[in-house]
């Protein structure tokens, strides 16, 4: 069986690099997303060019430093399963330090930006957090960088919890069309982990006209490229699954649209 396109798993690479999902690469225009594991006391470097960025501390302890900004040492989760994350966003034009205090992990979400923000540090007090669906369908989001929140130029940043036998971004819903106020462009990176990590979950991506259909098992650390089309996930019995989303698109507007085959079930 061929690997799919749209699936990026794990690797060990330089500068403690796990993914690194480029524009060019995934064949779009605005997400960029890279995952890093850092050992105590080590340096990495970030270069931000035209994109703005923002670090999630997936687990452990950091310092990111940039220009003369210093976010001091953030980070209290021990992965992302515990408690609310710390965040550091970063404007373009500049090139940031991380400096590791604890092992730790950490998410790089990007997308274009002219640079008219403020890099800051975004607390776990800061980050606004809902329950959506019911159910078998209900998953616990945590709003990073969302919509309405002026943290951000292009970019969308939300961690969500999906309990185990639970369904999540389901009903499906697409956001591949630049037809506002109806429905915002928006490219999407899904990075997945799972408790426990030897667990497993399933995305299915596909559009209207099914020219894409794909069904991915999503195993811990992957990473799902939805470039168009629905998107639902779910997470069978036994096995929480958290996944952090980078969006980003030409407005930063989030307006989706329901396959029209599961609309039903929204009532």
Not at 41 to 48: N, P, T
Not at 239 to 244: E, F, G, H, N, S
Request: proline fraction near 6%; glycine fraction near 10%.
């Amino acid at each position: 069986m061929s690997q799919s396109k749209l699936v990026v798993h794990k690797r060990t690479g330089a500068d403690g690099v796990g993914h690194r999902i480029t524009p060019a690469g995934a064949g779009w225009t605005y997400v960029g997303f890279e995952t890093r594991t850092l050992k105590a006391g080590a340096r990495s470097k970030l270069e931000m060019d035209i994109r703005e960025v923002c670090v999630v501390m997936l687990s452990g302890k950091a310092r990111v430093s940039v220009d003369g900004f210093d976010s001091g040492v953030i980070g209290e989760r021990a992965s992302v399963f515990d408690g609310l994350p710390w965040s550091v966003y970063l404007p373009p034009h500049g090139a940031a330090s991380i400096e590791a205090v604890t092992d730790c992990e950490l998410a790089l979400c990007s997308a274009p930006a002219s640079g008219g923000l403020k890099a800051r540090v975004i607390k776990p007090d800061d980050v606004r957090t809902l329950t959506r669906g019911e159910g078998s369908n209900m998953r616990y989001i945590r709003n990073i960088l969302a919509e309405g929140d002026g943290g951000a130029e292009s970019l969308f940043v939300i961690e969500v919890l999906t309990p185990a036998g639970n369904w999540s971004s389901y009903p499906p819903h697409k956001h591949d069309r630049d037809a506002l106020p109806e429905e915002s462009y928006l490219e999407e990176t899904y990075y997945h982990r799972l408790r426990p990590a030897q667990g497993f979950a399933f995305q299915r991506v596909y559009t209207d006209d099914r020219s894409l259909d794909e069904t991915i098992t999503v195993t811990d650390g992957d990473v799902v490229l939805v470039p168009k089309g629905y998107h639902p996930v779910g997470a069978p019995h036994g096995y929480d699954l958290y996944y952090l989303n980078t969006m980003a698109g030409p407005k930063r507007v989030w307006r989706f649209h329901n396959d029209p085959a599961h609309e039903w079930l929204m009532a």
